[in-house]
Structures are given as C-alpha cells and as structure tokens.
C-alpha cells in the first residue's frame, strides 16, 4: 500500500518490504510497503490481531522489522541507537490504545510531563501550553482531576493532549476512538 505522494512532499514515514513475526513460524506483517508523505492523515484498518498496532510499535522504533526497512522522520529505526531512537520520539506523540496515564498525577501533571521532560520552559509558558492543550481537547476544567476521577473518554481526551504537548511533527494514534462518545 502506498499513499499517493507527490515528488514535492517527503515522506515522513517510509516501510519498504517489512515483515515481522514474534515467533519464526508465524509472521505478523509480510513485505508491508507504504509511503505516508508529510501532512497527510492515514487510517491502517484491519482484523483484530492482524499487526495494526505491531506497525506502530515498528514505526516508533519499539520493533525492530525481522526483514526491510522502517524509515521515519528521516532515520532509518533499526539503525539508531538508544539516544537516537529518544531524539526521533521526542518529534513524535503516541495515543496509546488505553491511554497509558500517570495514575498518581494529575491530568495538568499528565499534560505537563513531555514538557517538563524534554523542554526548560519557564512555569508561567508551562501552564499556558498545558491548558492551551487542555482546551484544545476540551477538558481545560478538568486539569485539576486524578485520572481515576475521569470517565474512559475523558482519560482518551486527557492522553490526546499528552500525545500533542510538544506539537510533534507525527501523531500515532492506536484504535484512537475507542472510549470516545460519537461527538467526540
């Protein structure tokens, strides 16, 4: 499968002929192509248990492919190290299929955490991001809330903001409407 890309736009994500398997005798993914080019938005469907999520994991540099390549972000993920594969994540927001939230932090901590990881922002630029990012899912009265206060969509919304707090360059969502109401 291939997106339809102009010679103008790279790539941002590149597989070419990637097959993986957790066990030799049964192969999850098999000479996978697929060309997503900067600014575009694509879905990969498919059966339960037919490697939708195993592809994100290869594409986050989780995996590594038992055969091709995984290109990302400009790097090829097989050949990066630990302090590579940390630089080309910290351009990439990940919306985990349960949300993956810090249970003992708040949803302003939760929101606040790349941040305070990977930038020296000043408290005042902080706060204004987090709630900017709170508002932007809709949540901006809930920064206050522990995650088990929050409803199963909500804890889906406060994680969508996690995922987006450094405007990354690309977004990986894994089944991102699970949890979500219609509007949402």
Known sequence: YAV??????P???????????????RPVLRDINLAIPRGSVVGIMGQSGCGKTTLLRIIMGAYLP???????????????DGAGLYEMRRKMGMLFQFGALFTDMSVYENVAFPLREHADLPDQLLNDLVMLKLQAVGLRGAAHLMPTELSGGMARRVALARSIALDPGLILYDEPFTGLDPIS
């Open 4 to 9: 339809q890309q102009s010679p103008e736009v």
């Open 66 to 80: 038992s055969k091709g390549e995984a290109r990302v972000l400009g790097h090829a993920t097989g050949s990066l």
């Open 11 to 25: 790539s941002i994500v590149e597989i070419r002929d990637l097959s993986f398997a957790y066990d030799p005798a």
